[in-house]
């Protein structure tokens, strides 16, 4: 139920043209998927790859570093000068980011991306806004979260989709996840 998460489907490669070719540049997995092929203008930085690449390959969780042969491009340098060029391979690695849960007395929980401060995912643990939520923790992969309430029950929510995938109505005294 909560193992690590299948991979996602790798999308077919995307083909952006930036109306000026300068240099054609492939982005790859670091598995060798190719993502993209992109037609970058030799002024870019890592600033103009990460715009032209953001909604196919950045989730709300993670930081996307870019690395060209054994260097990592550093944002503010320029391709040319980190010695990107025509037919030149970009690796993009995912870099997850640091998440933390809290729990709430309004029957919520929620996951915070620690770098922004954001709130990524909220999970309504209870219709019954009275009951409180005591406790949460993730799963050792961090595709679950597992909730307990002050009722006696405990959830199991996918971090990926926020759904809640079992809850488990217990017996007796409060549980702690």
């Known amino acids: 139920l909560c193992s690590s998460r299948s991979p996602r489907p790798i999308p077919p490669p995307l083909a952006v043209s930036t109306g000026r070719l300068a240099m054609r540049i492939s982005v790859l997995t670091l598995g060798g998927d190719e993502l993209a092929v992109l037609d ?29 042969g054994s260097s990592e491009l550093a944002p ?19 870099i997850p980011s640091l998440t933390v849960i809290t729990t709430s007395h309004d029957g919520t929980a929620k996951i915070w991306d620690v770098d922004t401060g ?13 009951i409180e939520v005591v406790s949460a ?41």
Not at 40 to 65: C, G, N, V
Not at 118 to 130: G, I, M, P, T
């Open 40 to 68: 970058a203008d030799a002024s870019w930085t890592l600033k103009e790859i990460q715009l032209h690449l953001f909604k196919w390959i950045e989730t709300p969780t993670t930081s996307l570093r870019f690395l060209h």
């Open 76 to 94: 503010g340098v320029l391709l040319v000068e980190a010695g990107v060029s025509d037919g030149s391979q970009l690796v993009v690695l995912r």
């Open 118 to 130: 954001k709130c990524v995912r909220s999970f309504e643990c209870s219709e019954d806004y009275d």
């Open 137 to 177: 923790s993730f799963s050792p992969d961090g595709a679950c979260v597992v909730t307990t309430s002050a009722d006696g029950s405990a959830s199991i929510w996918s971090t990926e989709t926020g759904l809640c995938l079992r809850t488990l109505e217990c017996q007796g005294d409060v549980l702690s996840a």
